[in-house]
C-alpha cells in the first residue's frame, strides 16, 4: 500500500465556477480559463444586475457556497507565479486563499510544471503556503510536508524561511524526503529520510491540531510522470487524520 490509495479513493464533488458580471479585461478571464483547463471545473460567464460586479463564485448542486472578488484570484495566483514564494517576496503572513479557491477542495487536479506550464502547478503551491499559515497562526498541533528531496529546504529562500519560522514556533513540524539537508543542532524539526516510493514521488502538507481544536487541512499530490502532478486538498478531519497515521507509520 502507497500514498496513491488515497488519491484513488477520492470522491469528485460537481462544482463550477461562475464568473459574475465581469469588468475587468478580458486576459484575466482567459487566464482563470487556463488556470483550470482540463480540470474537474467548469467556468462561465454570466451577467446578473442585483449582483456587483467582478464576482467569482463556486456552485455546487445549484447552490452558491463560497464567493470572492476577481480581483483577490488575480492577486493571489492569476498575476503571480511561483518565484514569488520560492524566493520570499511573499511573506507567511501575506499568504491569502481566497474562498472561492478554499471551496475546491476534494476536487482530483491533475497539473503540469514549468515549463509545460505556468500556472497550474501554483495553485497547489498556493495551497501548500496556506496549509503552512495554518499550522503558524494556530502555534500548536503538528505538521508534516514532503519535499521529495529535503535539500529543497535549503535551496529555495522562501521555503527556508517558512521553516525556520516555524522551527520557531510550538508547532511540531516533520520533513520528508531523499536525503540532503539536516538541520542545525539547536533544530527542534524531524527529519525523515528514504528512497521508497512515497518518499520520491509524493508532495504531501498535512496540518493536525491538537485533539479536540478545528483546523485539520491536508494537501497530497503524487507526480504521475516528469514534473506531472494528480492531487487534491481536504479540510476533512477523518479523511485528515487517516493520512497522518499513514504517513506515521510508514515513513
Not at 471551496?103 to 506550464?117: A, H, M, Q, V
Not at 535551496?155 to 542545525?184: A, F, K, M
Not at 487541512?217 to 516528469?226: F, M, N, T, Y
Request: charge should be negative; glycine fraction near 4%.
Amino acid at each position: 500500500m502507497t500514498l496513491r490509495r488515497f488519491l484513488d479513493d477520492a470522491d469528485t464533488p460537481d462544482r463550477s465556477l461562475v464568473v459574475i458580471n465581469r469588468r475587468a479585461p478580458e486576459p484575466v478571464q482567459q487566464m482563470l480559463e487556463k488556470m483550470f483547463d482540463g480540470q474537474p471545473v467548469s467556468i462561465e460567464e454570466v451577467d446578473i444586475p442585483t449582483e456587483d460586479d467582478d464576482q467569482v463564485l463556486v456552485v455546487e448542486d445549484e447552490t452558491v457556497i463560497a464567493r470572492s472578488p476577481l480581483r483577490e484570484l488575480q492577486d493571489a495566483i492569476l498575476t503571480v507565479n511561483s518565484d514569488l514564494f520560492i524566493t520570499g517576496t511573499r511573506s507567511l503572513e501575506e499568504i491569502e486563499l481566497p474562498d472561492a479557491l478554499k471551496e475546491l477542495d476534494e476536487l482530483p487536479f491533475f497539473l503540469r510544471g514549468y515549463p509545460e506550464s505556468h500556472s497550474e502547478k501554483l495553485l497547489l503551491i498556493l495551497v501548500s503556503r496556506y496549509i503552512e499559515r495554518t499550522a503558524w497562526d494556530h502555534q500548536c498541533g503538528t505538521l508534516r510536508t514532503s519535499f521529495q528531496s529535503l535539500d529543497r529546504i535549503e535551496d529555495e529562500i522562501g521555503t527556508n524561511q517558512v521553516y525556520r519560522r516555524l522551527d520557531d514556533s510550538p508547532v511540531d513540524v516533520h520533513v520528508y524526503g531523499t536525503p540532503g539537508w539536516e538541520p542545525p543542532p539547536e533544530s527542534t524539526i524531524t527529519i525523515h529520510a528514504g528512497y521508497e516510493q512515497d518518499f520520491v514521488e509524493s508532495w504531501f502538507v498535512v496540518y493536525v491540531p491538537p485533539e479536540g481544536e478545528d483546523g485539520h487541512v491536508a494537501l497530497l499530490a503524487l507526480e504521475d510522470g516528469p514534473n506531472e502532478w494528480s492531487g487534491f486538498w481536504t479540510y476533512q478531519p477523518d479523511r485528515v487524520l487517516e493520512l497522518n497515521d499513514y504517513i506515521t507509520r510508514r515513513l
